[in-house]
């Protein structure tokens, strides 16, 4: 496709953990993220769904390499991340930026706001004196020139959140990853932050990845949706037809356990009750990850991994016995 | 209505901060019926927990609490801490948001149940032993015999919340507190904890009184609801009718800024909760509320009946009707 902005070719990060067992020392493997694909158009919103433990904010992560993935390829405007070099991968760092979900703890407590928003041009060499720039950052994410002077103590949790927006905007990106960027808020704080990535888009045309566990909230902003469990990709597609028909039993669950706000659609929903809890990524099971809290697992599916395939509603899932 | 369990009148707390007094809660009246479900919701700030904290007798001492708390025709505010001692736990009891940091990391589940169940029944170890291990298989544990001699960290975060429920419904108290329980677990999780409490609920008859910010968790599981702003009960109905012709502006906008499938454009609440240090005379929400008039800044309204609601708003009867939902 003419107008990909990002391409994520089977990612797999692993992390080493030592266990001190006694005498003996083991190491073991978490699998965080396993053979994970996908890719974003400019201008559009992926959301990355999933429990904890699913990795999706390790993806974010290596996407950026603040993580360094173990293998697999990150394509970012037709440059393979992997190969770059510490300078060159430091040039195109402008163009992909990041906000994180705790606003108290992104934001150095000693820094006033408007240093820590031209924090990013004075890494990255931009030239002249930045104050009109913070300045105009600030008008785009709500908040006015003479907060510049102050510092984050003086904010609430809503108003740094869109701090953290305007310092990511400094460098004109194209790629914002936002990890949970909206959790740590209260709900009539949510709605505006939410409105204010929408308008920043329209009028800036970055693409997002929207990395959460809120499944209304993704659903509102996103335009594709990769639904993550235990380090993959479960099933990914078009916001519509994941929410409308999910196909993965895994989707399916999930949906039914977001409990929405009308008592009436919300008591009459046939709900899918899953058993226990997210495996451990030290050791994940077989085949399909997801078999051993599956009401439809059958043997083939602790033998052979199901392969994301493209489903009659238009996603793709990874499901031997998907849901129609 | 049934029988009143809980009754809460003018409850007020204060505390003494370095930047002068804190009010917390400012006048909270409410009821908790015997074998419902009563749903609080607020933001942070609101006073929903600490109201029920000072319930409790949990607050520290810096806290000054007034006003009246009955359970089943006890005072407790105000009550010896020994009196606490023995009303926690066998007739009012509380659950919390972290269940790890509410049990004991070097104590076996079943001994810490054991202990909940001797310190108000007169049982022997063994008889509190075979109790503990059914009330583990209540709340859903498997093989709760082997379970039970584990420790909190072989156990999963949806596992330890299920333990701190066994735990406060051993004695079986009247009233249940149950303060987010389930904000740190994930929704597949947190649909689990949710059946366990309403199972809870529907088998001992206990009534819960569930903490949350979580709209949709209220309207799942709540029979009535209780919407707090500011250390105030600005609205209580039924779910039905709050979820269905909410009164006061705060609910509305709550309920407004909500994402909802096929909704275009989010309505946030314009501006930021007060600072409880100064709050905002009269009604604490005219300094957000679109509908605000300068009656609003004058006397902090009291609830009043607004067809099946009570309602904390002196201008309800002329909003507009809602159109906000979509």
Not at chain 1, 263 to 284: C, F, Q
Request: glycine share 8%; aromatic share 4%; with cysteine.
């Amino acid at each position: 496709m003419s107008d990909e902005l990002l391409k994520v070719t089977n990612l797999v990060k692993n992390f080493e953990l030592r266990v001190n067992n006694g005498a003996r020392r083991k190491k073991r493997i978490v699998q965080a993220v396993t053979n994970v694909s996908f890719s974003v158009e400019k201008g559009q919103t992926l959301g990355l769904v999933g429990e904890s433990g699913s990795g999706k904010t390790t993806v974010g992560r290596c996407i950026l390499r603040l993580i360094e993935p173990t293998s697999g390829s990150v394509e970012f405007e037709g440059h393979d991340l992997g190969s770059l070099k510490f300078e060159e991968m430091r040039a195109l760092r402008r163009k992909m930026q990041i906000v994180f979900q705790d606003p108290f703890a992104s934001l150095d407590p000693k820094m006033t706001i408007g240093a820590s928003i031209s924090e990013p041009m004075v890494v990255q060499g931009v030239p002249g004196d930045h104050s009109d720039k913070v300045i105009e950052l600030l008008e785009l994410v709500g908040l006015s020139a003479d907060h510049a002077q102050r510092f984050p103590h003086e904010f609430s949790g809503g108003q740094r959140q869109r701090i953290g927006v305007a310092r990511a905007l400094a460098l004109n990106p194209a790629l914002i990853v936002l990890d949970e960027p909206v959790s740590a808020l209260d709900v009539s704080i949510q709605a505006g932050v939410v409105n204010l990535f929408e308008d920043l888009q329209s009028r800036l045309g970055m693409s997002y990845i929207f990395i959460a566990h809120d499944l209304s909230v993704v659903q509102h902003i996103a335009d594709r949706v990769a639904v993550m469990y235990l380090g993959k990709i479960v099933e990914i597609g078009d916001q519509e037809a994941v929410y409308a028909t999910p196909t993965h039993p895994y989707t399916k669950a999930l949906l039914s356990a977001v409990p929405l706000p009308d008592p009436k659609t919300e008591r009459a929903r046939n709900r899918i009750m899953l058993e226990g809890d997210v495996p451990s990524p030290v050791n994940p099971p077989s085949g399909c990850r997801f078999r051993t809290r599956c009401w439809k697992a059958q043997d083939v599916c602790g033998q052979e991994e199901p392969m994301l395939t493209v489903r009659p509603s238009g996603q793709m899932s990874a499901c031997h016995f998907p849901e129609s | 209505m049934s029988e009143k369990v809980l009754e809460i009148r003018d409850l007020h707390v204060t505390f003494d901060t370095p930047s002068g007094p804190l009010e917390a809660v400012r006048g909270v009246d409410l009821d908790v019926s015997a074998g419902e479900l009563l749903g609080v919701v607020g933001e942070s700030g609101s006073g929903k927990s600490v109201s029920f904290l000072a319930a409790m007798g949990l607050l520290p001492a810096r806290a000054r609490v007034t006003g009246s708390v009955s359970l089943a025709g006890e005072q407790l505010i105000g009550a010896s801490a020994k009196q606490m001692r023995s009303i926690r736990g066998r007739l009012l009891s509380m659950i919390f948001q972290d269940p790890l940091s509410a049990l004991n990391p070097v104590h076996r589940i079943g001994d810490q149940i054991s202990e909940m169940l001797r310190s108000h029944q007169d049982l022997s170890g063994r008889e509190a032993e075979k109790r503990a291990i059914e009330l583990l298989d209540i709340v859903g544990i498997p093989q709760p015999g082997d379970r039970a001699r584990q420790y909190p960290h072989e156990f999963s975060g949806g596992m330890r919340q299920r333990v701190v429920i066994a735990i406060a419904i051993a004695n079986n108290p009247k009233v249940l507190i149950a303060d987010e329980p389930t904000t740190a677990l994930d929704v597949t999780v947190q649909a689990q904890i949710l059946e366990v409490i309403e199972r809870v609920q529907e088998r001992f008859g206990t009534a819960v009184v569930l903490i949350t910010h979580d709209l949709g968790v209220i309207a799942r599981v709540a029979d009535r609801v209780n919407v707090m702003y500011a250390g105030r009960n600005v609205e209580q109905g039924t779910i039905e009718s709050l979820f269905d012709h909410p009164s006061h502006p705060y609910t509305r906008g709550l309920l407004a800024s909500l994402p909802r499938p096929g909704k275009q454009r989010l309505k946030p609440i314009t501006g930021f909760p007060p600072n409880m240090l100064n709050p905002p005379s009269g009604c604490a929400f005219h300094t957000r509320c679109e509908f605000a008039a300068d009656i609003c800044k004058g006397e902090m309204p009291a609830l009043v009946g607004f067809g099946d609601l009570q309602t904390a708003c002196v201008r309800a009867r002329d909003l507009p009707k809602n159109e906000i939902f979509l």
